[in-house]
C-alpha cells in the first residue's frame, strides 16, 4: 500500500512523497513479492484460510512491538474486532506474550514463515543487527509487508512485517513523534494489511476501500485525513465471499 507522506513542514511546503505498503507471497521453494500497489487485485485468495481450518487464525503479536508502546495493541484489536464484525464470525484472534523474536530475528523477507506462529513483526536496526532494508530487501519508505504461504487459493501461512526504522506506529489523530520518523496509524495499516492477510489484495480504483494503495501519514487533519479505519460497501461483499456463514445482517464501524 502506498502512502502519502505529510509533516508539519512538509505540509507548509507542499510537498507530498509516496510511501509503499506491500503484500507478498510463497509457495515451497517459489517465491513472490506483490510490491506494486498499482496492480488492481481485490481478491488475490477466493478460499482465505480454507473451508476446512480451525479457526480462528491465531494472530501472535511481537513482544517488541506491545513492549514500545502498550495502545498498539488495542489499536491492532479494533483492527482485527473489524473484520471478524464484517465477517460475522470470528476468523482472526489476536494473542499477544507468546512471540518474543523481533524482524531482526529474520536476515530475509519469507524466513518468518519457517515459524509456527503467524505473526506481526517489527523490523528495526536499533537493539540488533539488520534492519528494515537488510532483512527484507526493501525500501525504507516502504512501511509494511505481508508475506504468505499458500497453495492454489488457500493461505498457509502470514506474517506482517512493520517498518519500525522510518516510522514510529501510533494514532495519528492523537501521538506527534518530534523526531525525523512519521507517524503511521497503527489501527489503518494493521487493517489494511490484516485484509492481505485474510486473501485481499489492492482496490485501485477505490478510494474508500480500505485496501485502496494509498493513505496519508502524519498528523490527521481535514484536508489530510491519516487515518481509514471504516469498510466500504465493496469490502464488506469481497470478505463475506471468502468467509461464507457469517451471521452478520449489518457491518458497524469500530473507531
Not at 504468505?148 to 506506529?169: E, G, H, P, Q, S
Request: with cysteine; hydrophobic share 35%.
Amino acid at each position: 500500500m502506498k502512502l502519502i507522506q505529510i509533516t508539519k513542514k512538509l505540509f507548509i511546503l507542499t510537498l507530498l512523497s509516496l510511501i509503499s505498503i506491500s503484500c507478498g507471497m510463497q509457495q515451497k521453494t517459489v517465491e513472490y513479492d506483490d510490491f506494486s500497489g498499482d496492480v488492481n487485485q481485490p481478491i488475490i485468495f477466493s478460499e482465505g484460510w480454507g473451508t476446512n481450518y480451525n479457526y480462528p487464525v491465531i494472530v501472535d503479536i511481537s513482544t517488541a512491538i506491545t513492549s514500545e508502546n502498550s495502545n498498539l495493541y488495542n489499536y491492532i484489536q479494533l483492527a482485527v474486532d473489524t473484520w471478524n464484525n464484517a465477517i460475522g464470525r470470528t476468523i482472526l484472534q489476536l494473542r499477544q506474550g507468546t512471540v518474543t523474536k523481533t524482524g531482526n530475528s529474520f536476515s530475509s523477507l519469507f524466513l518468518p514463515n519457517n515459524e509456527s506462529f503467524n505473526a506481526l513483526y517489527y523490523d528495526q536496526i536499533s537493539g540488533g543487527s539488520g534492519g528494515w532494508v537488510k532483512n527484507t530487501g526493501k525500501s525504507s519508505s516502504t512501511i509494511a509487508t505481508t508475506i504468505y504461504n499458500y497453495k492454489k487459493n488457500v493461505i498457509l501461512k502470514a506474517n506482517i512485517r512493520f517498518n519500525r526504522d522510518t516510522y514510529y506506529f501510533g494514532d495519528t489523530t492523537a501521538d506527534y513523534n518530534s523526531s525525523t520518523q512519521y507517524v503511521a496509524d497503527m489501527q489503518s495499516i494493521a487493517l489494511h494489511e490484516l485484509g492481505h492477510f485474510l486473501g485481499l489484495g489492492h482496490a485501485v480504483s477505490e478510494t474508500n476501500s480500505v485496501m485502496y494503495p494509498t493513505i496519508n501519514v502524519g498528523h490527521d487533519s481535514v484536508t489530510s485525513k491519516t487515518q481509514v479505519i471504516c469498510l466500504s460497501s465493496n469490502d464488506l461483499e469481497r470478505i463475506r465471499s471468502i468467509y461464507t456463514g457469517g451471521s452478520a445482517a449489518s457491518y458497524k464501524c469500530l473507531n
